[in-house]
């Protein structure tokens, strides 16, 4: 095997276990023996196992932060270019589409949403210290974006109101889709197209909410 081929095993394998068990539920024994390598190959590609857990994380929402930041932008351009305030359930999906669709584009993407999802509910904060490295930047530029689109509302508001949101898209993430706490004959099963459909209505009006 490829030095790169392994590399990418241990990664799919550890973001794999890291979603089904959590972060701090997973060994690197058990990395190891599911991608069948040896422990000086996770030593030698990533050194320790809070490395590898940084790599799994930026492989993924660096390429995501890219398509978010990107929309964000162009959203706020066309709004100077016809002196006009960015829609508001425009700013709010041009950051969750993304996220959600994101979980529909590979297995590994799917695994990765749903250990994401997971470690803001669990007791281990290692996972969310590394996460919200990566993501503060693209919080600053979505309460940007909310603050141009709700320019009567007190900045306060508005950042306390985008966390109760990204609390909403958590728990989202963390679903997955799948929803089992409803009645029996509750459908409830949903792809990231419906997901986002429910959840776009619901935290707009919590951001117009006076």
Same mark, same amino acid.
């Given at each position: 095997?490829?030095? !790169?081929?392994?590399k990418?095993?241990?990664?799919?394998?550890?973001?794999?276990? %890291?979603a089904?068990?959590?972060?701090?539920?997973?060994?690197?024994r058990?990395?190891?023996?599911?991608a069948?390598?040896?422990?000086?190959?996770v030593?030698y590609?990533?050194?320790?196992?809070? /490395?590898?857990?940084?790599?799994?994380?930026?492989?993924?929402?660096?390429?995501?932060?890219?398509?978010?930041?990107?929309?964000?932008?162009?959203?706020r351009?066309?709004?100077r270019?016809?002196?006009?305030?960015?829609?508001?359930?425009d700013?709010? !999906?041009?950051?969750?589409?993304p996220?959600?669709?994101?979980?529909? /584009? /590979?297995?590994?993407?799917?695994?990765?949403?749903?250990?994401?999802?997971r470690? %803001?509910?669990?007791p281990?904060? !290692?996972?969310?210290?590394?996460?919200?490295?990566?993501?503060?930047?693209m919080?600053?530029?979505?309460?940007?974006?909310?603050?141009?689109?709700l320019?009567?509302q007190?900045?306060?508001?508005? %950042?306390?109101?985008?966390?109760?949101t990204m609390?909403?898209? %958590?728990?989202?993430?963390?679903?997955?889709?799948?929803?089992?706490?409803?009645?029996k004959?509750l459908?409830?099963?949903?792809?990231?197209?419906?997901?986002i459909n429910?959840?776009?209505?619901?935290i707009?009006?919590?951001?117009?909410?006076?």
């Amino acid at each position: 095997m490829k030095p !790169t081929d392994t590399k990418q095993k241990i990664m799919d394998t550890a973001e794999h276990l %890291f979603a089904r068990d959590g972060y701090r539920g997973t060994s690197l024994r058990a990395i190891t023996g599911k991608a069948g390598v040896n422990l000086a190959a996770v030593n030698y590609h990533f050194g320790s196992k809070t /490395s590898l857990l940084e790599t799994v994380i930026r492989r993924r929402i660096l390429p995501l932060n890219q398509i978010r930041k990107k929309r964000l932008e162009q959203l706020r351009e066309n709004a100077r270019k016809k002196k006009k305030t960015p829609d508001i359930k425009d700013v709010l !999906t041009a950051f969750i589409e993304p996220t959600l669709l994101f979980m529909e /584009s /590979s297995p590994g993407a799917k695994n990765f949403i749903a250990f994401i999802g997971r470690s %803001f509910t669990g007791p281990d904060d !290692t996972v969310r210290k590394v996460f919200m490295r990566f993501i503060k930047p693209m919080f600053y530029l979505l309460f940007e974006a909310a603050c141009d689109s709700l320019p009567n509302q007190p900045q306060e508001t508005i %950042f306390w109101r985008l966390h109760f949101t990204m609390g909403a898209l %958590f728990h989202t993430m963390q679903l997955s889709g799948n929803v089992d706490i409803g009645p029996k004959n509750l459908h409830a099963d949903i792809n990231a197209k419906s997901l986002i459909n429910h959840i776009i209505p619901y935290i707009t009006a919590g951001m117009k909410a006076r």
